[in-house]
Structure formats: C-alpha cells, structure tokens
C-alpha cells in the first residue's frame, strides 16, 4: 500500500502534473484504507516490516497503533540518509560554520542568526520573514533545520535535493549571507584563525581542504546531526502510553480529516510539493511557489508540504509566515486543501496531538563553537 503512495514522490516528471492529478493516488490509498482508518485499536493485520527499519520492538503492542498510522508515519531512523560517512572532525567543522558571521557579506549573519539553536531554540528565528547581512527581509519564513535532513525536498518551492545542496544557497544569497563568490567564503576561511586546523582534521590527506563544496559537506554533516526524536516516535516504536488519550484523539483527527495525504512519513511532510489553495485559496498571492523556479503555468502556488514536526514551536506558519496562531494555520488548511470546516474542538484536538511531535536535537547541538565564539561577541 505504501506504493501506491510513494508514487507521489518527487520525480522530475511528476512535477510536470497539475496538483489534481497528483492528489489521485492518495484519493485511491484512501479509499482502499476505509476499513482500517476507522479502527482505532484495529486489530487489522500487521503488516510485516519491509522497510527493515528497526520499528516494533513490542510488535504485540504495535497492533494498537491503527493501521493507517502504522502505514502513513514512521519513527525518526538513528541517523539521517547521507550520514554513513560523516565524521565527528566533520561535525565539529560544520558546527563552527554554522555559527560562524565570518562568512556573510557584512559579518553579520550566520546560519544560525535565522535557524536558531542557541538557548534550545527550534532551529528558527520566530520572523514571519528573517532581515539578511544586508538588512532587508527575504519573502519567505525561515523553515527549521531541525529534522531537515530526513526530507525528500528543501526549501518552499523544492528547489534543492538534500543539505549539501542546499547549504550553498544562503551563503551567496544575495538577501541572506549574501558573500560575492564561492572563493570569497574559502578566502575568509584561510583569513580566520583556526579553520585550516579544522579543515585539515575533517578532510585530511587533501593538501587544500578548504573548499567551498567542503564547506557545503561539512555544514551538511552538522545538520544531519540535528535529530530531533518526539513523543510520537516512542508512541509509533509501540510505547503506546506515549501519547495521551487527548493526543490519540487529534491523531485520529488529523487521520480522518486526511491532512496525512500530504503530512506523512517519518518527518510528516516534506516529500511532496503540492498545491496552496487546492480548494480555497490563500489570501496572499504574491509569491508563486514552484513557479518562480520553472516558470510552467502547472507549478503556480505549487510550495513543498512542510514537515509539522515541532510545528508548534516554529511560528509564525507559510511560506510568508503570514499566519501567526498555529489553530488559524489548521483551519485555514483544512478550509484550503481539504474544503473542510473544522469546529473549534477538532482544530483543538489536532494541535494538542501535534505537540506530540516536539522534540529537541542532541543537548551541544546550540552550544557556540570555541572557533567562532569571538565572531559572537557584539
Ligand atoms: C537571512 C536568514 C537566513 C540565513 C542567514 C540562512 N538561512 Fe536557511 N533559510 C532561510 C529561509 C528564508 C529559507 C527558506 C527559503 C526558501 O524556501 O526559498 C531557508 C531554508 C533553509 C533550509 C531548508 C529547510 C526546509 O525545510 O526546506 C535549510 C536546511 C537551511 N535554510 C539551512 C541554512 C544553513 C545551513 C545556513 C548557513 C549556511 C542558512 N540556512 C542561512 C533563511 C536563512
Ligand atoms: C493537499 C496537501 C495538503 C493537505 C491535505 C494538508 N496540507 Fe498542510 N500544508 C500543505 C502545504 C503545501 C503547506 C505549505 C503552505 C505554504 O506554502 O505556505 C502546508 C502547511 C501546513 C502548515 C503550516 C506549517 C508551517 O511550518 O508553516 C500546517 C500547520 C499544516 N499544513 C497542517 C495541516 C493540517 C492540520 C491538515 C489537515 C487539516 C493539512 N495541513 C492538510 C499541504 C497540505
């Protein structure tokens, strides 16, 4: 059954679809589930295990877990995909860099200044949108990079395939870090004390480690470091007292309202890009998505659906961080991509389960690196 929803995964050609077309599949998953989605303690047949993944433990208590829940989400993986080969030399280099101002045009921003880390923060800035080194605002809200890494897709319109893709975005960006070139960062690094140490024990035998895609893997490293297990992953890996009766209740919800056509998975979205507005549109039009990067008229509005873990914390929500009550965020989307009036009791229901999803990194994660501590200081 997971098939026929992975055949909504991101593929080049399945970006071409108009969004109705790609909502098909799981229209047809959700009828063939009818049975078991109503079934709370369904006893329904476990189905094996084929992702191997390491889920159930207890497999008797698993069985409690409904079928549609057991199918649509699993638990966070111990490590992120792409991890195998990072190295603690390489962490500990992609931290520093994460927090380091050094390379931004102004040195006045680090990765960190809009994914925040520091005092436990959940990887945002809590700005509908985030001011860069040059002191303007993007358009967009800044997405948490907790949990990132486990995403088919980065950023809104989809436009990177993983982390080390991705990391080399902000830096050049001319509204975010904003440096000229990719030897202007790898300049300012050789001019920074400490680095050339760090690089050399991160990629060692290279006689020049300081590169710009070797900034790009090592702040990836970092990231894939950023996992954030929740409640929600115990109550799946069958601890089912993980989770309150209240909180059952608003996963049975969100179940039943079929938010999980499109939140689904381990990091409960960020595998498809769909549509804003399926039904109903968004008030704000003024950023059109997938469009802006392909410029074919099925890509209008077309944003990746966004993971919802630690949902409650990163306020304000959207792509223009436009809304700023998460309750208002879960009526406004069952009202758009569902054409569904949520009562004031269900929105309820679903935001008390989705504080079962918060979840904090690893306790050094926010710590200021000793290299860019001084870069720090006001
Ligand atoms: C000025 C603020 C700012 C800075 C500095 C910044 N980012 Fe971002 N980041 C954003 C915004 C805004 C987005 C969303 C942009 C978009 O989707 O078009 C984003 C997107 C991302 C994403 C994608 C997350 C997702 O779920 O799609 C990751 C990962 C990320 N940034 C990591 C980094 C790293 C690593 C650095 C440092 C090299 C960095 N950012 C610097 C604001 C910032
Ligand atoms: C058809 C796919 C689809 C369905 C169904 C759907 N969503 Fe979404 N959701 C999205 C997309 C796409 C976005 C990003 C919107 C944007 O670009 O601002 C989003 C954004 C959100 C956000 C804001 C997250 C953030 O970080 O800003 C929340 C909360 C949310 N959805 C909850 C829900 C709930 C609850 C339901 C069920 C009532 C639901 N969604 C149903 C596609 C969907």
Redesign the pocket.
């Known amino acids: 059954m997971y098939g026929v929803n992975s055949a909504r995964l991101l593929s080049p050609g399945r970006l071409a679809l108009p969004a109705s077309r790609r ?1 098909k599949g799981a229209v047809l998953l959700f009828s063939l589930l009818a049975a078991g989605l109503t079934a709370f303690t369904s006893n329904a047949a476990q189905p094996s295990d084929p992702d191997g993944d390491g889920v159930s433990s207890d497999p008797a208590t698993r069985q409690q877990i409904p079928l549609a829940v057991r199918i649509f989400f699993k638990p966070l993986p111990d490590m992120m995909p792409g991890g195998e080969n990072d190295t603690p030399e390489m962490i500990t280099l992609g931290r520093s860099l994460f927090f380091e101002r050094g390379i931004s045009l102004a040195k006045s921003q680090s990765c960190n200044d809009c994914h925040r880390l520091d005092e436990q923060r959940p990887g945002v800035d809590n700005l509908p949108t985030s001011p860069g080194a040059k002191g303007i605002s993007g358009t967009r ?1 800044s ?1 948490t990079v907790l949990n990132a890494g486990f995403q088919s897709i980065q950023f ?1 319109d989809g436009r990177a395939a993983d982390l080390v893709e991705q990391a080399k975005g902000p830096l050049l960006n001319p509204i975010e870090m904003a440096m000229r070139t990719e030897q202007d960062v790898v300049d300012q690094l050789h001019n920074t004390e400490g680095y050339l140490a760090l690089f050399e024990r991160a990629f060692p035998g290279r006689s020049d480690p300081i590169t710009f895609d070797n900034v790009a893997r090592a702040i990836a490293a970092f990231q894939r470091t950023l996992i954030a297990p929740s409640r929600f992953d115990r109550y799946l890996k069958g601890d089912t007292a993980a989770l309150t009766t209240k909180e059952k209740r608003g996963l049975d919800r ?1 179940v039943h ?3 999980i ?3 689904n998975s381990v990091p409960v979205g960020g595998r498809y890009l ?1 549509k ?1 507005g ?1 039904y109903h549109p ?1 008030e704000n039009q003024s950023d059109a ?1 997938r469009f802006e990067v392909t410029g074919k008229e099925d890509d209008r509005l077309i ?4 993971m ?1 873990r630690n ?1 409650t914390r ?1 306020a304000p ?4 961080g436009g809304v700023a009550d ?1 309750r208002e ?2 009526r406004l ?2 009202w758009m ?2 054409d ?1 009036e ?1 009562n004031p009791t269900e929105i309820d229901e ?1 935001v008390r389960f989705l504080h079962a999803l918060e979840g904090n990194p690893p306790i050094d994660a926010g710590e200021r690196p000793a290299a860019s501590a001084k870069e720090h200081q006001p």
């Open positions: 909502l809200n997405p809104w969100l309202a079929h938010c056509q499109c939140h769909e804003l399926v968004y998505g944003f990746k659906v966004p919802l949902v990163t929500y959207f792509h223009d998460l965020a879960v989307m069952a991509q569902l569904l949520l679903i």
